[in-house]
């Protein structure tokens, strides 16, 4: 596959591990995480990691490479959970279906 010429990217929803910074909490590792532009959103979560991201890149190996090398070496980042979006149902309130309406065009 020819990457270049494919229009669209990859997402994965990733969760982090941290240790909290004294006095800053989880605010200055979140901070310096969403500068990247890969970052579509990040959240401060409850359960077994502290952080959820949402990553998009070109292609699956340019997501993981981004894990890899921005976020698991991070000193405060202990632990690192990468699940790929295979499909998508729902985003921003709006159902992405493959549904034809009336015309037969897609909805």
Do not use: C
């Not at 997501?63 to 690192?80: H, Q």
Request: hydrophobic share 40%; charged share 25%.
């Amino acid at each position: 596959v020819d990457w270049d010429k494919i229009d669209g990217y990859v997402s994965a929803i990733v969760q982090l591990k941290v240790v909290p910074k004294a006095n800053l909490g989880f605010e200055d590792i979140a901070h310096k995480i969403a500068t990247h532009e890969e970052v579509e959103s990040i959240y401060l979560t409850s359960g077994d990691y502290d952080l959820s991201l949402t990553i998009k890149g070109k292609t699956l190996q340019d997501v993981a490479s981004f894990v890899a090398v921005n976020l698991a070496t991070l000193e405060t980042v202990t632990a690192t959970k990468t699940n790929f979006v295979m499909s998508r149902y729902k985003e921003m309130d709006v159902r992405l279906t493959s549904e034809k309406d009336d015309r037969g065009g897609f909805i």
